[in-house]
């Protein structure tokens, strides 16, 4: 399992609180670059809507909140991908899941080469993060995976009590070696 050093999150944690969200226009350009996933999950306003999943069996996330940020935060780019060992300027898409008791992402694949999934908030109880089935132990703050998106199964169990947050950053276009 990998893990953030302590001043590697407080410095991500800090690039988060300041990031810029994507606007209609940029949510248009990273729909397209994420073949069209983002439409499933937010409206013409950019207003999430997780109620959705109960209206559409074909969606795999099932999570209370999903946030879209902007691809012009480079520092931010640049700090995940120096992490992933990734080149910043292949990003294709930067959000953040929050999920409460009840959520869960069902067995999937990413629309990604290439995919970091970091921990941002922790002391929930369930939510295990599953691997080609088998479970990697992503618990707390700054545990994450790295993995080849369009080939790799993973999912996120039901979250039972507590909040579990995560960071999800993709790359299009590049080395698909996988880092679990």
Not at 100 to 115: E, I, L, Q, V
């Amino acid at each position: 399992m990998n893990k953030l050093n302590t001043e590697q999150l407080l410095t991500l944690t800090q690039l988060l609180s300041n990031a810029k969200l994507a606007t209609k226009e940029e949510f248009t350009n990273n729909d397209s670059g994420a073949d069209g996933i983002y439409r499933k999950y937010f409206d013409e306003n950019l207003e999430y809507n997780h109620v959705g999943y109960k209206k559409d069996k074909n969606l795999h996330i099932n999570s209370s909140t999903m946030v879209l940020y902007s691809l012009d935060n480079t520092e931010l780019k640049q700090f995940v991908s120096d992490i992933a060992g990734k080149d910043h300027n292949k990003v294709s898409a930067i959000h953040s899941l929050t999920y409460y008791s009840g959520d869960f992402a069902a067995n999937h694949t990413d629309p990604s080469d290439y995919t970091f999934t970091v921990i941002l908030e922790d002391g929930f109880k369930g939510g295990e993060y599953y691997f080609k089935g088998k479970e990697y132990p992503m618990k707390t703050n700054g545990d994450y995976v790295t993995h080849r998106g369009k080939v790799d199964f993973h999912e996120v169990k039901k979250v039972t009590s507590g909040t579990r947050k995560c960071l999800v950053v993709w790359w299009k276009g590049t080395d698909v070696k996988t880092l679990l």
